[in-house]
Each structure stands twice: as C-alpha cells, then as structure tokens.
C-alpha cells in the first residue's frame, strides 16, 4: 500500500513539474515572439540570405549595446569573455625604442594597451562585431572609432571580402571659447586600412569626399561568413533568449 502511495506522490510531483515546464515554455515563447514584434524580425530574416548591410548591423550593435548594459545574462557573457581572452594580461616583451614610446605614449595606452584599454575593446567584439581604431601616421597617436561612425567601405574589385578605404561619418565640434559658443561641423572622410597598399598613390577622393592618407585604419571583424564584409556580434543569436530571460 505504502508503494503506490509513493508512486501516486511522484506521479504528481512530475505532473506539478511538467506544467510548471510547459507555462515555463510558453512564457518563453511569447517573450521571443514580442522581441520579433518589436523591430528585430526584419534584421532576422535577412541573415543566413545576403547577410546584414551596414546600416542593419549599426542598428543592432547599438540595441545590443543598450541591453548588455542592464541585462544580467549578457553582461555576464561579455565579462567571460573578456576575462578569458585577457584574464592573464598581455606582455609586450622586450621592444625597439620607437615601438617603446608607441606602447608607453599615454593616449594610446588609453586606447590600446592598458588592461582597462584591451577589456573595452575585446566588448567591442561582443556588441559590435567589429572593432577600429584609427592612427596618424605622424604622430603615431592611436584613436577609437565607435561603429556607430563607420559608414562605407571601398574593397578589392576582384574580392569583395578585401577592404581598401573605409569612410568614417561623424560631427566634428568647434568651440568658440570667448563666446562659449558650441557649433557642430558634418564631415565625411575616407581612410586606407593598414592591409591596402596600392602601386602607385592612394585616391584623393571617393563619392566627392576627401581621402585622408595621413592617417590608417585599423580594424578587426569576428563572425564573418565567406564574402562577407562585416562581422556579426557575438552577442546577436543570444539576444531573444536574453529578453526572455528577462
């Protein structure tokens, strides 16, 4: 007798759970299909056929940004990876004297090489999937580029995948100090990346825009699928499960 009772309360117990699985399912399910409903299908039906332009992608990096910020589970991911890609820090070694005062130059440790440097830009992977930084060749400062400016790239005519300029699109800010007036300037420049050395002179301009070879881009895509351009953030296939989770 005292066995079928005990078969009777586990038979209820898996009941009780299974149900608690199927509202847990369900709820799931509503939650992805309101992300859907909330403007991410369009990007989603896009991806695996052309893949995403620039401006799809722009779009979701800068979403991806705002919900790693206050999503638990996505916050979490970008901090193991970025603990596993530079948990044990990185060494330069020993470095000719010209590569000593790049390295040591305080602008671009803040950009490239301190640890605070390495963990903004590894996110950039995770958001983004992309990351650019721009140098003068001069000076031999280094700058970072959000993506959000990044607004054209040039490539190979035989390889599309084979970047040669990359167009940089943001308001440049002029203060007139005595007046303490703020104005705002468009500019729209193009820059040869680091890979591209072309026989003779670089272009003077693209589109009616200008050309600026005193400077080089630099930058890094993760997530690339063959003939494709742009990479794709790791956090992207994550993003529904994270809104459910929430």
Same mark, same amino acid.
Request: aromatic letters at 10%; zero cysteines.
């Given at each position: ?19 608690? /699985? ?19 299908? %369009?990007?989603?039906?896009? #991806?695996?056929?052309?893949? #995403? ?31 596993? =890609? ?15 005062? /790049?390295?040591?130059? $305080? ?22 999937? @992309? ?15 959000? #993506? ?5 790239? =040039?490539?190979? $005519? ?13 308001? @440049? ?18 820059? %040869?990346?680091?890979?591209? @050395? ?10 009616? @825009?200008?050309?600026? %070879? ?7 895509? =993760? ?9 794709? %953030?790791?956090?992207? $296939?994550? /993003? $529904? ?6």
């Amino acid at each position: 007798m005292s066995n079928n009772s005990d078969f009777i309360k586990q038979f209820e117990a898996m009941t009780a759970e299974n149900e608690l /699985l199927r509202e847990s399912y369900a709820s799931m399910a509503q939650a992805i299909i309101q992300f859907d409903d909330d403007g991410w299908n %369009p990007l989603g039906t896009h #991806f695996g056929q052309e893949g #995403f332009t620039l401006t799809e992608l722009r779009v979701a990096a800068s979403k991806i940004r705002e919900v790693t910020e206050g999503n638990p589970l996505l916050k979490r991911g970008s901090a193991m990876r970025t603990s596993y =890609v530079f948990g044990r820090g990185v060494s330069f070694g020993d470095q000719p004297p010209r590569i000593k005062r /790049l390295i040591e130059n $305080p602008q671009n440790q803040d950009v490239l090489f301190s640890s605070e440097a390495q963990l903004i830009n590894e996110r950039s992977h995770f958001t983004d999937g @992309q990351f650019f930084i721009l140098a003068d060749n001069q000076t031999k400062e280094l700058q970072r580029i959000p #993506f959000d400016e990044i607004t054209g790239a =040039v490539t190979d $005519p035989d390889d599309g995948e084979r970047i040669r300029y990359i167009r940089r699109t943001w308001n @440049q800010t002029d203060m007139d100090f005595p007046t303490n007036q703020q104005s705002l300037i468009a500019k729209d420049v193009w820059y %040869p990346v680091d890979t591209y @050395q072309p026989r003779g002179r670089f272009a003077s301009t693209i589109q009616n @825009q200008p050309v600026d %070879p005193s400077k080089t881009m630099f930058y890094s895509r =993760v997530n690339r699928r063959a003939g494709r351009i742009w990479g794709v %953030p790791d956090a992207l $296939p994550a /993003l $529904p499960w994270a809104h459910a989770y929430n």
